[in-house]
Structures are given as structure tokens and as C-alpha cells.
């Protein structure tokens, strides 16, 4: 990997560490141990991500490591559907789907995407009264 996909698979995991708030979620846990597991990985969570994803980009062929920055660089600047767009075409390239044209595959999978992109807040998200 090299240091500027290791740069920012570290910007990656920042944001992910302020997006993900143990702490609010341990409040929701009536079990006070469970509770008290939660809420501490907050303490540690931002290195933990940052060795998840590490380790995950070793994992994928070097040739796809192209894709894998675009995906960060689109998570980082906060463009989810550019991101759903990258996963799309990268999906599509693959060729999962039989009997269907290449264009076609990644519109499938874009859409599918966008949905998901779009539904998953409104579902995750409590709505304040």
C-alpha cells in the first residue's frame, strides 16, 4: 500500500471515529456491563477502524487499490453518491450478473446502491420530535 492510499485510510478512520459514537449508543443499553463495553471503545475505536481498513485494502489486489481511493476520497469529501457510483462500476466490472450488458449491470447495482444510501439514515437516524 502506498503512503498516500495509507494517508487516507487514516483521514478514513478519523471520520469514521466521529461518526460513530459509542458512547450516545452505550447510553441505549440498559445492561450496565454491556453498557460499560460499549461506551469504553470509544476510547479506542478511531485505531481500531484504522487497522480494520488497513488490513482489509491488503486483503484486495494491488491493481484495485485505484478503486479502493476513490472510495475513500469519496467518503472523506462526504459525496455518498459518488461513492454508490465507484461501488456501482467496480460491481459492474465484475460481471455477476449473466446474460446482462456490462452498462446495464451497473445501473442495477447503482440503484440498489442509491437506496440503500438513501434509506439507511431514515431508518438508523432517531427523528426528533
Known sequence: ???VLRAKVKTGAEKLDKIVDFARIASK?????????????ELVDGYVFKVALTEVIELIPEKAHG??????????????LLLVN?????L???NLIPFIEDEDEKNV???LLTALVRLIPQVTIPQEK
Open 1 to 3: 500500500m502506498n503512503e
Open 92 to 94: 459492474g466490472q465484475l
Open 29 to 41: 443499553i440498559s445492561n450496565k456491563p454491556v453498557r460499560f463495553v460499549v461506551s469504553s471503545f
Open 109 to 111: 447495482y447503482v440503484a
Open 86 to 90: 465507484n461501488t456501482g462500476e467496480f
Open 67 to 80: 478503486v479502493v481511493e476513490a472510495w475513500l476520497d469519496a467518503f472523506i469529501g462526504g459525496d455518498w
